[in-house]
């Protein structure tokens, strides 16, 4: 590793202490994106202190239990990857942080329409070059400490708390659902590194298999189980894993309670995003020629994850730096829903999110979920979002974006809702709410396929949408004008309902559910929410809040929200739900992040035959040229109102015009994928 650059900032002028550059070299040979100009990308490390004491600091959970330097200073590092103009005045003025999706990098692929990498360096991994094109200078830290160990997945490297010179022990929990029959698991999430056992023999540890979220738990005998792995066909001893004597049964719902001991800082995390967006912003950095009139703004930019990070920053009041100054002036949360999660509590596991049927009652879709303040009558907590700790002059401009699977499966009306479900709440004026009518969490690929659900994935894709909004969002930040009007399901027109009181068509070979994934009040213990400690695993669950989706037309397309124009000027029942298939889950469960679509018939024949209530795409559309016509009319309408940019429409209509000739060729059967995704 060649150390090519090395920056000390000293006194109190910045809470960086030093930035280690380990690469720098010009972007794709010298590449010219638009006016900007080339490209630079340089990776290294970047290394903190923090002051316990300050009151910016105050927020982060057990600060005062970290090792100090000898000026009471607590030290900490992250690793950076950073894409700024070569020429610092050719560039937008704007810093765009994306908060790393489990140590991954997904802005280029979700903006620029290019293949995701960890590591870009290639032309196909900056796709069209929007963002680039655009003058964004593109950021990644890492925040999250517990990644797998591969190469170039962003890592926080954090200290861990200790209480009178001793480790501190607690509780933690580790569930999970098998699709086929395992002898062990991993007791993290998705190959994260998991909180070893401190003591398996603790009178608190304890297995537990239930069928369904609300069904009651049954203990497994300690007898039948061991924490430790197969290896060579016999059980070796693993701090990490747990085994099971004939092992897990596909679809049961386990759970493991233990002893865990030496947490890390996990809310050192969004402290160094506070502290290095804010360096950027605020002071520049001469190692990375960045002066420091070079960005006088900031965004913020999650997806799924990322995005309820962005939520859980500005909930605890991340957005004040340890001098006073707002961070971001601008974030998108997008597909987060109505969760926070794990980000600054002891023994947090930042991975663990909330599904109808994966990761069950984690700190994620927990109350308050409105940046209003509401008060909650079943537990007495009164709390919202922004008003928690932040001042007004900290509140960053914020997007609120979703699927409408986020309406199914992460409880998204939560966050426009009145806490009974039976009134919108008004939003303040720095924040809009936009819901991409028909999606999924992610947009599936075309030509679509089976994957986790019974129906083909849902490949209507926002992203184009999401274009637009980017740069509403960079005018607003900015002081320009306002960004295009909020979208999505109410209360006051009829356009949220509850799953159960939705008039979906009944379509042959296409199951329904209203078993939406909710969000219940959960009790941790009486040092949560003063502290970040929990002391009940698993929590004490009460009531459910009522949850709502949007109505939908008789295609069964859903009626509120973003309609892109190929949910306008429909070929197909485009769903935010999926249920899934035998091999994947429970077949009345909403499967994870999935939707469904579910074409029309060609002809009225061929509806007849089938007894499809839909119209036929014969009797909607006189012709290929006709659909593509009112398709480049929903799209130049989306256009003037704002949703949509100029300059992508001839690609939307496009992909219109792929999507017709896949369903109008003589037999578009379904492309069965594997059963995971």
């Not at 680039?132 to 999250?144: C, N």
């Not at 865990?260 to 800082?265: F, G, I, Q, T």
């Not at 078993?515 to 669950?541: L, N």
């Not at 300059?647 to 037999?667: C, E, F, T």
């Amino acid at each position: 590793m060649v150390l090519l650059a090395l920056l000390t900032v000293s006194g109190a002028s910045s809470r960086v202490v030093r930035v280690e550059v380990e690469s720098a070299e010009t972007l794709l040979q010298g590449r010219s994106f638009g006016l900007t100009g080339p490209y630079q990308k340089l990776t290294g490390k970047v290394f903190f202190a923090v002051d316990p004491a300050n009151s910016a600091n105050r927020i982060i959970a057990d600060i005062d239990l970290a090792p100090t330097n000898s000026q009471g200073e607590v030290e900490f590092s992250s690793e950076f990857f950073l894409l700024k103009p070569l020429q610092a005045d050719r560039g937008n003025g704007t810093v765009l942080y994306e908060v790393s999706n489990r140590g991954n990098k997904g802005m280029l692929s979700f903006f620029n329409a290019a293949r995701g990498s960890r590591s870009p360096s290639d032309a196909e991994h900056f796709g069209d070059g929007f963002l680039l094109e655009e003058g964004f200078t593109l950021l990644w830290l890492g925040w999250q400490f517990d990644v797998p160990r591969e190469p170039d997945r962003m890592r926080l490297l954090t200290p861990i708390a200790r209480q009178d010179g001793g480790p501190i022990r607690g509780l933690v929990r580790s569930d999970f659902v098998v699709q086929d029959r395992v002898y062990d698991r991993l007791l993290s999430d998705r190959n994260h590194i998991p909180y070893p056992v401190a003591d398996p023999d603790a009178p608190e540890t304890v297995m537990t298999v239930r069928d369904r979220v609300e069904s009651k738990r049954r203990v497994i005998p300690r007898s039948q189980w061991r924490f430790g792995r197969m290896e060579n066909g016999r059980v070796v001893p693993d701090k990490g894993r747990v085994h099971l004597e004939g092992g897990f049964e596909p679809g049961k719902i386990y759970e493991v309670v233990y002893v865990s001991e030496n947490p890390s800082l996990v809310g050192l995390g969004p402290t160094a995003i506070r502290d290095f967006v804010s360096q950027l912003k605020y002071e520049g950095n001469d190692d990375l020629s960045i002066p420091d009139d070079a960005l006088d703004r900031a965004l913020g930019f999650g997806i799924s994850q990322s995005g309820r990070f962005l939520r859980t920053f500005l909930y605890y009041g991340f957005n004040e730096d340890e001098k006073h100054r707002i961070v971001f002036d601008g974030l998108i949360s997008h597909v987060a829903g109505g969760g926070r999660g794990s980000f600054n509590h002891r023994f947090a596991q930042p991975s663990r999110d909330a599904h109808p049927f994966m990761n069950f009652f984690y700190p994620t879709d927990i109350f308050p979920f409105t940046d209003v303040e509401q008060h909650d009558p079943e537990t007495g907590l009164q709390d919202g979002i922004l008003t928690r700790r932040l001042a007004r002059k900290f509140w960053p401009k914020i997007f609120y974006t979703n699927s409408s699977y986020e309406y199914w499966g992460r409880a998204a009306s939560l966050i426009h809702t009145t806490i009974d479900g039976k009134e919108d709440i008004a939003l303040y004026d720095n924040v809009r709410i936009y819901m991409f009518a028909g999606t999924q969490h992610g947009p599936a690929g075309f030509p679509p396929r089976v994957t986790l659900g019974q129906q083909l994935s849902n490949p209507m894709d926002f992203r184009w949408s999401m274009r637009a909004l980017l740069k509403a969002m960079k005018r607003w930040a900015a002081g320009g004008g306002e960004p295009p009007p909020s979208q999505y399901p109410l209360r006051k027109d009829g356009s949220a309902v509850s799953a159960e009181d939705l008039m979906f068509p009944k379509i042959p070979g296409v199951g329904f559910s209203s078993r939406v994934h909710k969000a219940y009040r959960a009790d941790y213990g009486p040092m949560f929410y003063s502290r970040g400690i929990v002391t009940k695993e698993p929590p004490d669950i009460g009531k459910a809040f009522p949850i709502l989706v949007s109505a939908v037309d008789r295609d069964g397309n859903e009626i509120a929200g973003v309609r892109m124009p190929e949910q306008e000027v429909p070929l197909a029942t485009f769903a935010g739900w999926n249920l899934f298939n035998e091999k994947s889950g429970p077949t009345d469960e909403i499967s994870s992040m999935q939707g469904s679509y579910i074409p029309f018939a060609r002809t009225e024949a061929e509806r007849k035959a089938n007894g499809d209530p839909r119209p036929s795409i014969e009797a909607r559309y006189n012709s290929r040229e006709e659909y593509l016509g009112l398709v480049a009319d929903a799209g130049i309408r989306l256009i003037e109102a704002g949703y949509l940019l100029g300059k992508d429409l001839p690609a939307i209509v496009s992909n219109a015009g792929r999507h017709w000739d896949y369903l109008m060729q003589p037999d578009p059967q379904p492309t069965s994928g594997p059963q995971r995704p």
